[in-house]
C-alpha cells in the first residue's frame, strides 16, 4: 500500500526567503506526482505535475524535483511572499488503480 | 485546464436528514469521478469512485449504503449523505483526471456540518 509523507507538517518563515517542502513515498512505482496548493476551507490548486520519467517541472517561482528510486520529491519556493501562505500537498498516482495518494500536508506560513 | 465545479460550498443540516452534494465537469466528459473526505489537520482520504452509468466503487470501510453516489452523465457525478451524524462532519471534495498526462483537477469542497 503507498504511503506518502511530508516534512516539516509546519513552517514558518519571514518573507523572502527560500524554502524546500519534502515529500517521500514508500512504493516507488508511481505513474506521477502533483503537488498542490490548499487554502483554508478550499479546494485544491494544482500547482506542478512531475511525470515518472521527468526529473524536476518549473513554474515561475516554483520548482519540483522527482527522485523515483529513492522515493523523494521536494517543492522549491523561491523568495517567499504572505500570498504563498497555504497547505502544500503532494500527491503521487500509482497501482493498477491509478489511485491517488496524498500526504497531510505542510502548513506555510510566511510572515510579511 | 479542466474545470471543476462544486456546490454547495457549506451545508449545515439536522442529524437524521440527508444532504446531495453535486460535483460538475465544465469543460472535460470525465467518465470517472473521485469523492474524498478530508477531516480537520488531515490529508484527502479516497472514499469511492464514480463510474458514468455503473456503480460506485468504494474503499474498505466506506458505507455504500449511507454515501450514495450517482453519475448520470459525463459532466455530473452527485454524493448524498444519507441519514447524516455529526460524525460526519467534514469537508468533501470531488476530482477527475485532466486527461492529460494523468494530472488531476479538484473541486472547490464542501463543509458539511451535521449538528
Known amino acids: 500500500k503507498q504511503e506518502v509523507t511530508q516534512i516539516p507538517a509546519a513552517l514558518s518563515v519571514p518573507e523572502g526567503e527560500n524554502l524546500v517542502l519534502n515529500c517521500s513515498f514508500t512504493d516507488s512505482a508511481i505513474y506521477n506526482l502533483q503537488w498542490f496548493r490548499q487554502d483554508p476551507g478550499k479546494g485544491l490548486t494544482s500547482l506542478l505535475l512531475i511525470q515518472s520519467s521527468q526529473r524536476e517541472q518549473t513554474s515561475g517561482r516554483l520548482n519540483a524535483s522527482l527522485d523515483k528510486s529513492s522515493g523523494r520529491s521536494t517543492l522549491y519556493i523561491a523568495a517567499s511572499q504572505p500570498g504563498d501562505s497555504a497547505t502544500y500537498l503532494c500527491a503521487v498516482l500509482s497501482g493498477s488503480a491509478r489511485q491517488l495518494t496524498f500526504g497531510s500536508g505542510t502548513q506555510l506560513t510566511v510572515l510579511p | 485546464g479542466a474545470v471543476v465545479s462544486q456546490h454547495p460550498s457549506r451545508v449545515i443540516c439536522k442529524s437524521g436528514t440527508s444532504v446531495k452534494i453535486e460535483c460538475r465537469s465544465l469543460?472535460?466528459?470525465?467518465?470517472?469521478m473521485f469523492w474524498y473526505r478530508q477531516f480537520p489537520k488531515q490529508s484527502l482520504m479516497l472514499m469511492a469512485t464514480?463510474?458514468?452509468?455503473?456503480?460506485?466503487?468504494?474503499e474498505q470501510g466506506v458505507e455504500k449504503d449511507k454515501f450514495l453516489i450517482n453519475h448520470a452523465s459525463l459532466t455530473l457525478s452527485t454524493l448524498t449523505v444519507t441519514s447524516a451524524h455529526p460524525e460526519d462532519s467534514s469537508f468533501y471534495i470531488c476530482s477527475h483526471g485532466t486527461g492529460n498526462n494523468y494530472g488531476y483537477t479538484f473541486g472547490s469542497g464542501t463543509r458539511l456540518t451535521v449538528v
Open positions: 469543460d472535460f466528459q470525465a467518465t470517472t
Open positions: 464514480s463510474n458514468e452509468g455503473s456503480k460506485a466503487t468504494y
